[in-house]
């Protein structure tokens, strides 16, 4: 056994050294070879898989190497990092072997196996724990995306349940941040894999159709180059033009955005035009292809985007244009150079590798935000979460100061979030803006190009409805401080109150009665309770008598308990019935639930619980749109739950989105075919008609999936009717 684990170790060492040669030099090589046969004799057959684990290591690293460009350092933190926690090497000694520092990226890959070791799943808290190494060194967030990438790969090889966890982690989380490193490869790839296995249905059906059409996709994406090499060559400049197909997770956008089928679709593609230039030819190269491609073609004025003259904040730049080609079909013509597709495919690692050339990108900035936000102690799990999705897109406006500094904001952020990107104390004082020399309230939504000067007031100061104005994490981080301040500062004036009029009437102040004072009077906290009296909410004569008041009780209040058939029924929302059984948890029957108003299930769906903050249980779809985040945020908060017995007696209501030519009569052939139904009936109808189409939604009563899928097919056969979705 240890003779193949050696041969499998051998094997790792020349694939790497073999595929990547100018990675190690010769005496790095031969070092690397006998620290990986030390570890082979280290490694127990009935540890691991080591075959399969070797194989796993190979595959992150090349993807580490070729797919995001990071190098030595991160390698060898990825090969070595189980032998540094075994205590076989030292960092000390691999550093001064490989004349290479991975002090901050083996300590960074520890923490993570340790987290990952107490919980496979990546729990929220788990996530901020997380980040607190992410923030020492980003090459760990890179080589973390790396493993999960290789893990999507192999995703047949798990358990059903593992798999629809990392995928929902994987559509929730990894492909965000992939996308916010820069790496839209891997983004695409993580999307559409998650889909894969969320739902399969749907990403077979499209990848079925995109291979169908693929002949004449091809055929037209040459009529539509052809023309334009022969005019670019003339520029004389090396170039390449490519036709790229969108990913199936986009098309799927598309389909569900647009609410209409695949064969309306017309944009499944972009052609993209790159240009093999010296650095400060750039430029001049893709804005003279941008002209061609206009003159030959017609230009949609409102899909220019010009990340050339300002690049994104994680590094992007290309010259994008959308243009009526051959068959008047809508074409996206990306332009770039060649650093700037490596840049747009590898990411924040290859933005390094040019980074002598280029400026450095938003990404330190980022980084400053992510850990404002991780120094916030108030800040829970949960709202972390929610303060780092802020940070994820990178959609962005750009405003001017005065003196015409530029300042990139997301999308969205209003005059306030721009007072507090300056400075938190401008921010804290903030009282308006003047936008292009106009006055605008704090709340004014800022457009690209906007000039802002921020209108301060020595007596402003924030408050709680702050929190809805602003959309950046640094603003909300910041607000949420002052906030505490001045709870802090109230509450302690409350308790100083409550200290010397309890001191004036000869009372003998507790703490712990108070704490039960606070309690019946409904706060959640005693320190809420103090704010109350210094706001002078709460008459300090009737706290007086209520604290002595507690003395006279000689009977403890006795805590309310409610078993699960007495939780109340929302009248909004369907509840179970005798006859409609659902299997909770571990095979529990007869647990009261209530349908999510969400996604709406009914009998026959694929279904999850979710404990609410009340204690009862919802009932949500497996692919109801809030799933992956409740799923990835609150996994603890899940339980299995699956239809049983039969539906008898019950329906539920269902609201169906149909879309069709607008022809005479067909609405009255639907609500017709409603009506011959013997088991289903019509709540409700609303319809609206415009351009020659009408769209509508039916409100029907159904008792169970099966029904459902009946009704929708003949509503699909009505001559007019276009499409039917859920």
């Not at 797919?67 to 075994?86: D, P």
């Not at 991975?102 to 929220?124: C, F, H, P």
């Not at 296995?197 to 990848?207: L, V």
Request: proline share 3%; with cysteine; net charge positive.
């Amino acid at each position: 056994m240890k003779t193949t684990q050696t041969h499998t170790i051998a094997t790792l060492y020349r694939k790497i050294v073999s595929a990547h040669s100018n990675l190690f030099a010769y005496d790095e090589r031969k070092e690397l070879k006998n620290i990986f046969i030390k570890f082979s004799n280290q490694v127990s057959p009935k540890e691991q898989n080591i075959e399969k684990h070797i194989s796993t290591k190979i595959k992150i690293t090349e993807i580490l190497l070729s797919e995001i460009g990071l190098g030595k350092a991160a390698v060898l933190s990825i090969l070595l990092h189980e032998m540094v926690e075994k205590k076989l090497l030292s960092v000390e000694e691999i550093e001064k072997t490989f004349n290479t520092q991975i002090s901050s990226i083996m300590q960074g890959m520890i923490r993570v196996q340790e987290l990952y070791a107490r919980n496979s799943s990546l729990e929220t808290e788990n996530f901020r724990k997380l980040f607190l190494t992410f923030a020492q060194d980003i090459r760990v967030i890179l080589i973390i995306i790396a493993e999960h990438l290789q893990t999507m790969r192999e995703l047949d090889t798990a358990s059903e349940e593992d798999r629809q966890n990392t995928a929902r982690e994987s559509s929730f989380l990894y492909a965000p941040l992939a996308h916010r490193m820069g790496l839209y490869a891997i983004k695409t790839e993580l999307e559409d894999l998650s889909l894969k296995y969320t739902n399969r249905d749907i990403y077979r059906e499209i990848a079925t159709k995109i291979n169908e059409t693929k002949s004449s996709r091809d055929q037209f994406i040459s009529e539509f180059i052809t023309p334009l090499k022969q005019k670019i060559e003339a520029l004389g400049f090396t170039f390449e033009i490519k036709g790229r197909t969108k990913s199936i997770n986009s098309i799927y956008n598309k389909i569900k955005k647009q609410n209409t089928p695949f064969e309306n679709i017309y944009d499944l593609f972009a052609i993209r035009i790159i240009f093999d230039v010296p650095f400060e030819k750039e430029k001049a190269a893709c804005w003279q292809a941008y002209s061609i491609v206009a003159d030959m073609y017609q230009p949609n004025p409102k899909r220019l985007r010009d990340w050339l003259s300002i690049p994104k904040t994680n590094g992007y730049e290309s010259l994008h244009t959308t243009v009526l080609g051959p068959e008047g079909r809508w074409v996206e013509v990306q332009i770039r150079s060649v650093r700037m597709d490596e840049v747009a495919e590898k990411g924040l690692a290859a933005h390094w590798k040019y980074k002598g050339i280029k400026s450095e990108s938003g990404m330190d900035e980022w980084l400053k935000n992510i850990r404002e936000i991780l120094e916030n102690p108030e800040l829970n799990a949960v709202d972390f979460m929610d303060e780092f999705k802020l940070n994820l897109y990178d959609k962005e406006v750009f405003v001017f100061t005065p003196n015409g500094d530029l300042h990139k904001l997301p999308k969205g952020a209003t005059a306030l979030d721009f007072a507090f990107s300056i400075h938190t104390a401008l921010g804290s004082k903030c009282v308006g803006a003047q936008v292009n020399g106009k006055n605008m309230p704090i709340k004014y939504v800022l457009n690209n190009g906007d000039q802002v000067k921020v209108l301060t007031s020595p007596t402003q100061k924030p408050n709680p409805a702050w929190l809805k104005v602003v959309t950046t994490s640094r603003a909300k981080t910041k607000i949420r401080q002052a906030l505490k301040d001045v709870e802090f500062k109230d509450a302690e004036m409350g308790r100083e109150t409550i200290v010397r009029r309890f001191k004036n009437w000869k009372i003998e102040l507790d703490d712990g009665k108070l704490s039960r004072l606070a309690k019946k009077k409904g706060f959640k906290t005693v320190s809420d309770f103090y704010q109350e009296i210094a706001h002078e909410k709460l008459d300090m004569h009737i706290v007086r008598d209520a604290y002595l008041d507690l003395d006279k009780q000689t009977l403890p209040e006795q805590p309310e308990s409610r078993k699960a058939d007495s939780f109340s029924k929302d009248t909004n929302v369907e509840t179970s019935s005798k006859e409609d059984v659902l299997v909770i948890g571990e095979n529990l029957k007869g647990i009261d639930f209530k349908l999510a108003n969400c996604c709406h299930p009914i009998y026959g769906d694929d279904v999850f619980g979710f404990v609410s903050v009340s204690g009862g249980i919802k009932i949500h779809r497996t692919d109801c749109p809030n799933a992956p985040q409740m799923i990835a945020r609150l996994g603890y908060r899940i339980v299995n739950a699956r239809w049983s017995g039969k539906s008898i007696g019950s329906q539920y209501p269902i609201t169906l989105h149909i879309v069709g030519h607008d022809d005479i009569g067909i609405v009255t052939n639907v609500t017709s075919l409603i009506s011959k139904e013997k088991n289903i009936s019509l709540r409700s109808i609303s319809i609206d008609s415009s351009a020659g189409l009408f769209q509508g939604n039916l409100t029907i009563m159904v008792s169970d999936t099966k029904e459902l899928e009946d009704i929708v097919k003949k509503i699909k056969l009505v001559k007019g009717v276009k499409s039917v979705s859920r």
